[in-house]
T-cell receptor, first 110, second 112 residues
Framework: GQQLNQSPQSMFIQEGEDVSMNCTSSSIFNTWLWYKQDPGEGPVLLIALYKAGELTSNGRLTAQFGITRKDSFLNISASIPSDVGIYFCAGQARDDKIIFGKGTRLHILP | DTGVSQDPRHKITKRGQNVTFRCDPISEHNRLYWYRQTLGQGPEFLTYFQNEAQLEKSRLLSDRFSAERPKGSFSTLEIQRTEQGDSAMYLC??????????FGSGTRLTVV
C-alpha cells in the first residue's frame, strides 16, 4: 500500500530558528497536505497543495509540492513557542482517502 | 461554525465491553471519514461515507467494528468486545469535497 516517509521524526530547536521537514512517497499523489496536531486534539490543516511544483505560504509557513509528485516539504521561519506540536504530511490520490506520515515532533528549547 | 464534534472526548472501558462513539460533521459536508491514531503514529484510515453510503472500509476495520451514518448526517462507530489493542484516538473528519478534510478533536479510548 501507499506509504509516506516523513523526516525528521523529531526536532529540537531554539526559538527564532527556521525549521524544515519533508515527506517522500513511493506513489504519486494529486494533493499534498500539511497538518499540525496539538496534544489531545485532532489535526488542523495548515497548507494544501494541489499542483506539482506549487509553492504556497501561510504566514511563516511555506510548503512545496515536488515536481515528481512524490515529495513535499514544509518550512517554518522564525519559530515561536506556539509552533510546538506534531506536524503531519499527508498525501491524497484523486478522490481517494488521505494517507498520513508518522509525523515530525517539534520541540522549542527556551 | 461549530466544526466537527465528537462525543465522548474520553472513554475508559473494560476489555470485552462494547463502546459507541458519535461524530457530528459540519452540516453541509456530505463526506465523513473515520481514522484511528495510536501513540506516536499518524492517523490511519478506517472508513468513509458519502451521505449515508459507506463507500470504503480499511482492512483495519475488523468484524468487531461497525460504522453507520443512517441519515447522512451524524455517524456512529461501534466497537464490540473491545481488546487492549483497540486503545487509540478515534478521529472523525468531514469535507464537502474529496480534498482537505476538517478533523474533530477525537475520542480517546482506553481499554483496561
Amino acid at each position: 500500500g501507499q506509504q509516506l516517509n516523513q523526516s525528521p521524526q523529531s526536532m529540537f530547536i531554539q526559538e527564532g530558528e527556521d525549521v524544515s521537514m519533508n515527506c517522500t512517497s513511493s506513489s504519486i499523489f494529486n494533493t499534498w497536505l500539511w497538518y499540525k496536531q496539538d496534544p489531545g486534539e485532532g489535526p488542523v490543516l495548515l497548507i494544501a497543495l494541489y499542483k506539482a511544483g506549487e509553492l504556497t505560504s501561510n504566514g511563516r509557513l511555506t510548503a512545496q509540492f515536488g515536481i515528481t509528485r512524490k515529495d513535499s516539504f514544509l518550512n517554518i521561519s522564525a519559530s515561536i513557542p506556539s509552533d510546538v506540536g506534531i506536524y503531519f504530511c499527508a498525501g491524497q490520490a484523486r478522490d481517494d482517502k488521505i494517507i498520513f506520515g508518522k509525523g515530525t515532533r517539534l520541540h522549542i528549547l527556551p | 461554525d461549530t466544526g466537527v464534534s465528537q462525543d465522548p472526548r474520553h472513554k475508559i472501558t473494560k476489555r470485552g465491553q462494547n463502546v459507541t462513539f458519535r461524530c457530528d460533521p459540519i452540516s453541509e459536508h456530505n463526506r465523513l471519514y473515520w481514522y484511528r491514531q495510536t501513540l506516536g503514529q499518524g492517523p490511519e484510515f478506517l472508513t468513509y461515507f458519502q451521505n449515508e453510503a459507506q463507500l470504503e472500509k480499511s482492512r483495519l476495520l475488523s468484524d468487531r467494528f461497525s460504522a453507520e451514518r443512517p441519515k447522512g448526517s451524524f455517524s456512529t462507530l461501534e466497537i464490540q468486545r473491545t481488546e487492549q489493542g483497540d486503545s487509540a484516538m478515534y478521529l472523525c473528519a468531514s469535507s464537502p469535497t474529496p480534498y482537505g478534510y476538517t478533523f474533530g478533536s477525537g475520542t480517546r479510548l482506553t481499554v483496561v
